[in-house]
């Protein structure tokens, strides 16, 4: 069981480039998210998915695109990666049921952009 | 999705419990009070939940007020590995969206 997985762990890029992050869970959990972290902030909602074939915006979706084509993964894309977009990405994971239970989440994905 | 409000940042001594407070006086009758914390630059690590009596596990225990409209989680013995930034969040079901608030960054001092 390894939890939810991220990769790459580490990334430069150039503006413009486009790249896809992943993410993978291992649990069966339905919902899946993705969280940005900018140096000395809180968590901010990009994208989040309540099962395979549903995804809906959260807080700042604008630059980035998602896909939930398995209940395993949930795939992060740059389109046209900007310096505003240098963060670290935490993706999480959580498993539907009556008594709410928590967030797992990876160990980010750190991401520079030239 | 009701709010949160947390201190900004807190002290505690080595030892000693850690007592942090959260309002969320909009919460509703079937949102649960939920607490993570975040080293460093960590993943979010989850530490206790709740939704109206007071809950206790091996990390803390979550004290939520009758009204619900406020908690608190207490660390009884605060240690240096417990220098964090931890967050109150409320939500309803499964499949809310679950958004992080700014937090509450406890320094454990020796």
């Known amino acids: 069981n390894a939890g939810v997985t991220q990769t790459p762990k580490f990334q430069v890029l150039k503006t413009g480039q486009s790249m896809t992050l992943q993410c993978a869970q291992d649990?069966?959990?339905?919902?899946m998210s993705w969280y940005r972290q900018d140096p000395g902030m809180g968590l901010r909602l990009i994208h989040y998915?309540?099962?395979?074939?549903?995804?809906d915006q959260g807080e700042v979706p604008n630059g980035y695109n998602v896909s939930r084509s398995t209940t395993e993964d949930f795939p992060l894309r740059l389109l046209s990666a900007a310096p505003s977009q240098t963060s670290v990405y935490f993706c999480a994971s959580r498993p539907p049921g009556r008594l709410n239970q928590p967030q797992h989440f990876g160990d980010g994905t750190r991401l520079s952009i030239l | 999705d009701a709010k949160t409000t947390q201190p900004t940042s807190m002290d505690c001594a080595e030892g000693r419990a850690a007592n942090l407070p959260c309002n969320h006086s909009t919460i509703s009758g079937n949102e649960y009070v939920y607490w993570y914390r975040q080293i460093h630059s960590q993943g979010p690590q989850y530490i206790i939940h709740g939704l109206k009596n007071n809950e206790t596990n091996e990390m803390a225990s979550l004290i939520i007020t009758e009204d619900r409209k406020s908690s608190t989680l207490i660390l009884p013995h605060a240690t240096l590995r417990d220098t964090a930034v931890y967050y109150c969040i409320v939500m309803k079901t499964s499949y809310d969206k679950v958004i992080f608030g700014p937090g509450t960054s406890l320094s454990v001092i020796p």
């Open positions: 998915s309540v099962g395979a074939g549903i995804t």
């Open positions: 649990m069966n959990h339905e919902y």
